[in-house]
């Protein structure tokens, strides 16, 4: 599977952007997703994910703000982001997996990724 994540972009605080991963080539019905982000000089950390089923878990830093869905019709997962922090400026990646799980070493197939800056 191919993925293509966009709609990053430069955002106030407090602002929402919403991000796509549109997949290619097979089904992402057939694959956990996860949503990754990465600032300069950090390691890449676990934003969301949402399993197979449906189910989506959060890290702490974005519950209640970050959503993500899935879309099996169009073949792309989403990721809704709200009441943007500054600390969320960040290349945010997805990627898909047959483990639903936090780490992002076990999730083989990678969009490019898409920058999002909050500024404050």
């Known amino acids: 599977v191919q993925l293509q994540a966009s709609g990053g972009g430069l955002v106030q605080a407090g602002g929402s952007l919403r991000l796509s991963c549109a997949a290619s080539g097979r089904s992402l019905s057939s694959y956990a997703v996860g949503w990754f982000r990465q600032a300069p000089g950090k390691e890449r950390e676990f934003a969301a994910r949402t399993s197979l089923s449906g189910a989506t878990d959060y890290a702490d830093s974005v519950k209640g703000r970050f959503t993500v869905s899935k879309d099996n019709a169009k073949n792309t997962v989403y990721l809704q982001m709200n009441n943007l922090k500054p600390e969320d400026t960040a290349v945010y990646y997805c990627?898909?997996?047959?483990?639903?799980?936090?780490?992002?070493?076990?999730?083989?197939?990678w969009g490019q990724g898409t920058q999002v800056t909050v500024s404050s």
């Open positions: 990627a898909a997996g047959i483990i639903y799980t936090r780490d992002y070493r076990l999730y083989k197939h």
